[in-house]
């Protein structure tokens, strides 16, 4: 005769909703396509890009400071404590940090998960975002959708971009 045993039921627990957003845009990086097979930095600097270089990507920018002042022709992973989009990406942005700030103008999407996030310029695409402060400026735009989600609340979704709105948490 066989015994059985019966497993006491675990509890459930919760998964913050900024750890799913984040598993998300990493789930979505890994998808959109073999960025792993050409990998690239700059020559002078693996956290710059400078105002005057043109360089094709996809680039993986990683440091304190990271800045991308000039134009790409491609993808940008970015991974810092400062992340600044101030110049032109054909592609899409990718980036962790503490604080990202896109001033420039981006043709594709982008997928950012960053404690404050400022967007000044302009997204072509599609924007997400998870962050505790996400700020679209007046003089900001994402033309196509907006999804947004607050590490410290519920999140967010919208069918064009928020002008003018700051959410924190």
């Keep these: 005769m066989m015994t059985r045993h019966r497993t006491q039921p675990t509890a459930r627990r919760h998964v913050p909703r900024s750890a799913v957003v ?3 845009v990493v789930a979505l990086t890994a998808v959109t396509g073999g960025a792993a097979a050409a990998v690239t930095t700059t020559q002078d600097d693996p ?4 105002a005057t270089e043109r360089v094709t990507g996809p680039r993986f920018l990683s440091g304190t400071a990271v800045e991308v002042a000039g134009n ?7 991974a810092g404590q400062n992340v600044t989009v101030s110049g032109r990406v ?8 503490q604080t990202v700030t896109v001033t420039g103008e981006v043709d594709g999407d982008v997928r950012l998960a ?4 400022v967007v000044t310029g302009t ?11 996400i700020s ?18 519920r999140s967010r979704a919208t069918s064009a971009a928020t002008r003018d709105s700051v959410w924190t948490g």
């Design 72 to 78: 790409v022709d491609g993808d940008v992973y970015a």
């Design 47 to 50: 956290s710059r890009i400078g």
């Design 136 to 153: 679209v400026a007046q003089s900001g735009s994402v033309k196509e959708d907006l999804v947004a989600a607050r590490t410290r609340s």
């Design 22 to 24: 984040l598993g998300i």
């Design 123 to 133: 997204v072509r695409r599609s924007a997400t975002i998870a962050a505790s402060s």
């Design 90 to 97: 054909t592609g899409d942005v990718i980036a962790a940090a």
């Design 114 to 117: 960053a404690q404050s996030v």
